[in-house]
Structure formats: structure tokens, C-alpha cells
């Protein structure tokens, strides 16, 4: 495809457990990042990979959160022990070399 | 502190009236500010950025540094300008986008 996408689209999960949110980039693009887009709180950074360099982890609100990013291409942001609070759209976001982001459509994570 | 501010959660106007919607960033140094756009159902999508110093779907925007502001103007609002806008910011050393809280922007007909 020629844009950037994510699985799944809408997770709803009960509190407590685990979810695995996935972004496939943009072919080629160096920059991946997740933002995480709350109600009323806009758009909040969580993690940054840039090519090879350690990930920019500084937004990830606790330990519960992680972020992997294998081979350079796909990333997977985890959520160990969900909490209602964690309910959210995940954006995941990709970027060449310039600084111009180009977005997914983002997963809706509900927490019961 | 890196910041930015959008003071208006809503904002609702008649089709045809002038829009402006406000953005004031917090930034130590030359930021790049840019205006992101999210239609109904769709996804997050660059509108401008202000190096370009250009007019997208007739908005623009002008950076002030005096006043630290980046406000989107559009003399004549249309009802498909409904959506919501995110002003961010990214400084040079990094490559992170710094977003406001969103601005919702509603044009009645």
C-alpha cells in the first residue's frame, strides 16, 4: 500500500490484559513514531525510532508501555496491564527524511 | 518548555465568514510550525507548514515571532473546512511533533 497502516483498527479489551497494537510504515521511511489522540487532550507523543539510533522513549506515560520497531520496517506498541485510562486512538506516524509526517489511520483501543 | 497552544476547542462559523484559528507556541529558538488537518473518518493529513509560505485550499498562515504565534486564516470558510486542526511544532534537533489540543472547526451553511 502506499500509505501508512494499522492493525488492528478498533481493540477493545478488558482491563488488565494485554494488547499488541501494530504500524506497518511507509517503504523506505527512516522515522517512525506513536502519538496517542485523547479526548480533549489532543495529541500526545509517546516513542520515536529513527533508523538505528536508540528510540526516543521520553512520552511513554509508564512502564506498562513499550515499543519495538524490528528490522527497521514494522512496529508493535504494547500495553502490558491495560487501564480504563489507556482507552485512546494509537496514531502511528512515518517520515523519510524530511520532517513532513505522514499518518495511519490509527487504532481505537477501548478499555472495559 | 517546548509548547503549544490552541486556545479555542470550537470554533463555529457561518459558511462565507472569515476563520482564524488561533495557535502560540513556547519554543527557545527558530521553530518549524506546521497546521495538520483531520477531516470526518479520515486520517491525520499535513495542511501547511510555514517554510512553504504557501495557500492551501485557501488557508494560510503566517508566522509571528513577536507574538510567537501561527494563526490559520481562510477569508471565506466552506462547509467542507469542517474538521478538526492541530497547530505543532518540531524543532531542528529532534524530529518530534509537538501538537496542540486541536482546534474543532464547524461552518454551517
Given at each position: 500500500?502506499?500509505?501508512?497502516?494499522?492493525?488492528?483498527?478498533?481493540?477493545?479489551?478488558?482491563?488488565?490484559?494485554?494488547?499488541?497494537?501494530?504500524?506497518?510504515p511507509i517503504?523506505?521511511?527512516?522515522?517512525?513514531?506513536?502519538?496517542?489522540?485523547?479526548?480533549?487532550?489532543?495529541?500526545?507523543?509517546?516513542?520515536?525510532?529513527?533508523?538505528?539510533?536508540?528510540?526516543?522513549k521520553s512520552?511513554?506515560?509508564s512502564d506498562?508501555?513499550?515499543?519495538?520497531?524490528?528490522?527497521?520496517?514494522?512496529?508493535?506498541?504494547?500495553?502490558?496491564?491495560?487501564?480504563?485510562?489507556?482507552?485512546?486512538?494509537?496514531?502511528?506516524?512515518?517520515?523519510?527524511?524530511?520532517?513532513?509526517?505522514?499518518?495511519?489511520?490509527?487504532?481505537?483501543?477501548?478499555?472495559? | 518548555?517546548?509548547?503549544?497552544?490552541?486556545?479555542?476547542?470550537?470554533?463555529?462559523?457561518?459558511?462565507?465568514?472569515?476563520?482564524?484559528?488561533?495557535?502560540?507556541?513556547?519554543?527557545?529558538?527558530?521553530?518549524?510550525?506546521?497546521?495538520?488537518?483531520?477531516?470526518?473518518?479520515?486520517?491525520?493529513?499535513?495542511?501547511?507548514?510555514?517554510?512553504?509560505?504557501?495557500?492551501?485550499?485557501?488557508?494560510?498562515?503566517?508566522?509571528?515571532?513577536?507574538?510567537?504565534?501561527?494563526?490559520?486564516?481562510?477569508?471565506?470558510?466552506?462547509?467542507?473546512?469542517?474538521?478538526?486542526?492541530?497547530?505543532?511544532?518540531?524543532?531542528?534537533?529532534?524530529?518530534?511533533?509537538?501538537?496542540?489540543?486541536?482546534?474543532?472547526?464547524?461552518?454551517?451553511?
Open positions: 500500500g502506499a500509505g501508512v497502516s494499522q492493525s488492528p483498527s478498533n481493540k477493545v479489551t478488558e482491563k488488565g490484559k494485554d494488547v499488541e497494537l501494530r504500524c506497518d517503504s523506505g521511511h527512516t522515522a517512525l513514531y506513536w502519538y496517542r489522540q485523547s479526548l480533549g487532550q489532543g495529541l500526545e507523543f509517546l516513542i520515536y525510532f529513527q533508523g538505528n539510533s536508540a528510540p526516543d512520552g511513554l506515560p506498562r508501555f513499550s515499543a519495538e520497531r524490528t528490522g527497521g520496517s514494522v512496529s508493535t506498541l504494547t500495553i502490558q496491564r491495560t487501564q480504563q485510562e489507556d482507552s485512546a486512538v494509537y496514531l502511528c506516524a512515518s517520515s523519510p527524511r524530511t520532517v513532513h509526517q505522514f499518518f495511519g489511520p490509527g487504532t481505537r483501543l477501548t478499555v472495559l | 518548555a517546548q509548547r503549544v497552544t490552541q486556545p479555542e476547542k470550537l470554533l463555529s462559523v457561518f459558511k462565507g465568514a472569515p476563520v482564524e484559528l488561533k495557535c502560540n507556541y513556547s519554543y527557545s529558538g527558530s521553530p518549524e510550525l506546521f497546521w495538520y488537518v483531520q477531516y470526518s473518518r479520515q486520517r491525520l493529513q499535513l495542511l501547511l507548514r510555514h517554510i512553504s509560505r504557501e495557500s492551501i485550499k485557501g488557508f494560510t498562515a503566517d508566522l509571528n515571532k513577536g507574538e510567537t504565534s501561527f494563526h490559520l486564516k481562510k477569508p471565506f470558510a466552506q462547509e467542507e473546512d469542517s474538521a478538526m486542526y492541530y497547530c505543532a511544532l518540531i524543532s531542528y534537533n529532534t524530529d518530534k511533533l509537538i501538537f496542540g489540543t486541536g482546534t474543532r472547526l464547524q461552518v454551517f451553511p
